[in-house]
């Protein structure tokens, strides 16, 4: 085979399994929220312009904070109740009065991340496949040509 070809075929695969990596990244946090995320009832305690700062109780009973960006159009005042999804400890932390961890609206998932992840899986299984074939093809090649080697 060509080795331009080969060395082409070997960059792909390699840009493929970093996307791959990336895209994996990426959809961590949306199955963590999937299968280990828990609903709980969030009252605002505080309003700035679209964002809102929520309290909640989560499955231990212990308070947990959050911050989301509303949405456009979406009248919230401080009181009002939010549905909220959380990942409880060890693989979350809901305790940060700035609005950070791993708490969010609930319904607020993106499948983005999913649907580039199932490109990313293709393309690094086209490309494993394809680099399978170029070394069964060198190895195929080497014990044909062992075959009519003279003995002696």
């Known amino acids: 085979m060509n080795e331009r070809l080969e060395t082409s075929r ?6 493929t ?25 969030a009252r605002v ?7 809102a ?12 904070f959050g911050r989301a960006d509303l949405p456009a159009g979406m009248p919230v005042a401080v009181g009002d109740e939010l549905r909220v999804r959380y990942v409880p400890p060890p693989f979350g932390d809901v305790r940060d009065l700035n609005g950070g961890g791993d708490v969010r609206l609930a319904g607020s998932g993106d499948w983005r991340p999913l649907a580039l992840f199932a490109v990313a899986a293709a393309a690094a299984s086209i490309c494993g496949y394809r680099l399978w ?7 195929a090649r080497s014990r044909a040509f062992e075959r009519f080697r003279p003995r002696s």
Do not use: N
């Open 10 to 15: 070997f960059r792909w695969a390699l840009v």
């Open 17 to 41: 399994a970093v996307l791959f990596i990336a895209c994996g990244c990426l959809v961590w946090t949306e199955l963590k929220y999937a299968m280990l995320g828990r609903a709980a009832r």
């Open 45 to 51: 305690i505080a309003v700035h312009r679209s964002t």
């Open 53 to 64: 700062l929520y309290q909640f109780v989560d499955g231990r009973g212990r308070p947990g």
């Open 133 to 139: 074939r170029i070394a069964h093809w060198h190895t």
